[in-house]
Structures are given as C-alpha cells and as structure tokens.
C-alpha cells in the first residue's frame, strides 16, 4: 500500500504515520522521516523558500521510487507526503513513512526513499536569501547517497 501526495497545506506527522499503521497487526517497526526547512543554506540565510513541481509527473515520480522500495524491502507500507508552494524556516516540507514487520527491512527503505527523493523526484526550489533570490542546485552528497544503493 502506498500513499503519496503533493500538497500546499502543511501535514501532521503523527496523523500520517497512524493512517499507515491503521490496524495492521503484522506491524513489528515505523520508521519515518520528517524534513524541515533550513534557514541557512550554502552559507546563506533563507527567509524562504518556493517549491515547484509538475502536477502529475511528480506524483508519478514519488510513485515510481515508492514501487522501487516495496521490491526491494518486505513493507506492508509506504507514505510520502511533499509540500510545495511557499515554505518558512522550520516549516516541515516532506514526510517519508516506512511500516514493515521487522525495524531493518523499514529504516532501509526509509533512508533509500529519502536519498531518491532528493535526486529522482522532479521538485524545483527557489530560495529567498541574504543576497537575493536563487534557485537551488542539486548537492553532489546527495547524488552520492543515492548511489549507494
């Protein structure tokens, strides 16, 4: 089972992960990822920051990296949920949610979902910073986690 979602409105976090529990007995481990934004980044403040996307594409993107978890890992499920739109430091901006019968099978697919979504997933960010507005670059650190797997 996998949900995924693109969303203006902020998310609850403990809401999600009950949705994916539900009663699912066969549960043994949750494991889920909550990002935030920063109010600094590459030596810059950022008083915020604009998150695009392609309506359709993305959620087909998020589908597709979720697909690729489930064969490779026993889930009973998955949920991501991404924010776009205008975000504010400490504003939560993703939530990843891996729920499995055993914790090594859930934190795996967890931290490869996140790692994906930084590198595969097609969301543009545009930064309001000290010096001005600027788009953001993809990171080599997160190509190289990526890569990993």
């Not at 960010?125 to 990993?148: I, P, Y």
């Amino acid at each position: 089972m996998h949900r995924i979602r693109v969303q203006s409105a902020p998310f609850d976090s403990a809401a999600e992960q009950a949705a994916l529990v539900g009663d699912n007995a066969r549960i043994g481990a949750l494991v889920s990822f909550v990002g935030l934004m920063r109010d600094l980044n590459a030596g810059l403040g950022v008083s915020r920051m604009r998150l695009e996307h392609y309506p359709g594409m993305t959620e087909k993107a998020l589908a597709a990296i979720a697909d690729e978890a489930a064969e490779r890992w026993e889930l009973e499920g998955i949920c991501i949920v991404h924010r776009v739109g205008i975000l504010e430091p400490r504003d939560p901006i993703v939530f990843v949610g891996v729920v499995s019968q055993h914790r090594g099978d859930a934190f795996r697919a967890c931290e490869f979902l996140i790692d994906y979504l930084k590198t595969r997933a097609p969301f543009w960010k545009k930064e309001v910073t000290d010096a001005g507005e600027r788009w953001v670059e993809a990171r080599s650190t997160d190509q190289a986690a990526a890569e990993r797997w």
